[in-house]
């Protein structure tokens, strides 16, 4: 049987210091190198209510599948977050790429999945989905010819890493 939505392009967890997990990345996977955003922003849904979520992202590979690290900085109601305000820890959502998120959507969602948050910044729009009887874990998809180029400049960087320059950062409050 073939996968439904296609390869899994990106892992993602989230971490309470971006700074120190993309280190022992580095030290102990040997993973890099990274491209770190700063002060990204992401007006979405989440379970139906309106949200305004800041975080800064750590992206890196291994082989062909993205690894990214993020730290929400707002304290917003999110997917990131427990409705304490506490960071939800370690393994996040793994994603899939799309050209089409309405009719992926459609598709998930008549595959039983139920939407728990949407958002866009820029250039993307993404879907995070529940699947009932598979706690901790979100299913994102995400409609982006820039994180198709992202993905693909990433890979080719990681093919030919030495080690040096282990992360760049480009901070969106500084464009």
């Known amino acids: 049987m073939k996968a439904k939505y296609g390869p899994i392009a990106q892992i993602g967890m989230v971490t309470d210091d971006l700074d120190a997990s993309i280190a022992r990345w580095i030290d102990t996977m040997g993973v890099g190198p990274w491209t770190v955003f700063r ?97 901790g874990v979100f299913f994102e998809f995400i409609e982006s010819a820039q994180t198709r180029q992202l993905i693909a400049d990433g890979i080719a960087a990681t093919k030919n890493w030495n080690g040096s320059d282990p992360v760049q950062i480009i901070d969106f409050d500084r464009l």
């Open 39 to 135: 002060n990204v922003t992401l007006t979405g849904q989440f379970r139906g209510r309106d949200t305004l979520i800041r975080m800064d992202v750590g992206l890196a590979y291994q082989g062909d599948t993205q690894i990214e690290l993020i730290h929400v900085t707002n304290g917003a109601a999110s997917p990131y977050l427990a409705p304490d305000g506490t960071a939800l820890l370690g393994m996040h959502h793994v994603a899939w790429l799309t050209d089409d998120l309405d009719a992926l959507l459609v598709n998930a969602l008549a595959d039983g999945l139920q939407i728990a948050f949407r958002a866009e910044s820029p250039g993307t729009r993404v879907a995070y989905l529940e699947m009932p009887g598979e706690t």
